[in-house]
């Protein structure tokens, strides 16, 4: 997965945007009994845009959308919180930072569970299961990723695509940028002419029309909700709320929302 998406926010300048009201700023214990950084909220952060998992909408209440918004507002409804959503850079989400310096209790941004980032971060079970992907445009002779020797090929900074790519294909010219927003603009000036990275987010792409995925690669990688080491009760809370929306149909649900081949 992903990494930082919008290079000027820093972590210490955080962009906070509400779903619904805030909770005090006093620490406290949850209905659940979990541990969270402002008394009955589950404050919560995400690098924003990453359509279909996150993105801005000012249309909604909580100036987001996206399937891990939906996820996270009805772990947040189980749980009887309040929900709130923070904009944070990736990098400091998938390294702890954010969650060590108790800018958020939980981490919903499209991360995918490795055992490095176990090293300073709990997870959730996995909630979704991902591939990497190839897109070109669509004029190009680009067939797969043995054709990349030499080629520039945009990747996202901190990401299993960057890894992915940089274990696979061979010659080529690696182009990371911080964000993806900033990579599909690269590839639509003709800066890069591939991008690697995950399947659902160059979907989204070719939505847009001028664009192919012309491979895609099965890299056994899973989605988790991040969670600051040590916070057992939240884990399992967490899961707790998961494993309901699976058994109940909600997941299904929100998954043929975004994913669902029509």
């Given amino acids: 997965m992903r990494t930082t998406r919008i290079t000027a926010l820093a972590l210490s300048t955080l962009t906070v945007l509400a779903f619904g009201a805030c909770g005090s700023s006093d620490s406290g214990k949850t209905a659940t009994g979990a541990n969270v950084i402002s008394k009955g909220t589950l404050t919560v952060c995400s690098d924003v845009p990453y359509p279909p998992f996150e993105d801005f909408d000012k249309t909604s209440p909580s100036g987001f959308k996206g399937f891990d918004v939906d996820i996270v507002s009805d772990i947040a409804k189980q749980l009887k919180l309040k929900l709130k959503i923070q904009d944070s850079s990736f990098d400091a989400l998938q390294s702890g930072q954010a969650l ?25 079970d996995g909630y979704y299961d991902s591939k990497q992907s190839l897109l070109v445009p669509d004029n190009s002779k680009i067939a797969s990723i043995n054709d990349l020797k030499g080629v520039k090929v945009g990747v996202q ?22 964000s993806d927003a900033e990579m599909y603009q690269a590839i639509k000036a003709g800066q890069v002419q591939a991008l690697l990275q995950d399947l659902p987010v160059n979907l989204n792409h070719v939505a847009d029309g001028g664009y192919k995925i ?38 299904d649900a929100l998954y043929n929302k975004y994913f669902e081949v029509k």
């Fill in 100 to 124: 060590n310096a108790g800018q958020c209790d939980l981490v919903a941004s499209a991360m995918t569970i490795t055992d490095d980032r176990k090293k300073n971060l709990d997870f959730s």
């Fill in 157 to 178: 900074q901190g990401t299993t695509g960057k890894t992915y790519t940089e274990q696979n294909a061979k010659g080529a010219d690696i182009v990371t940028f911080p």
């Fill in 214 to 251: 012309v491979e895609t690669y099965n890299t056994n990688e899973q989605y988790g909700l991040a969670i600051k080491k040590g916070n057992e009760q939240l884990v399992k809370d967490v899961n707790k709320a998961l494993e309901k929306m699976h058994s109940d149909g909600s997941y």
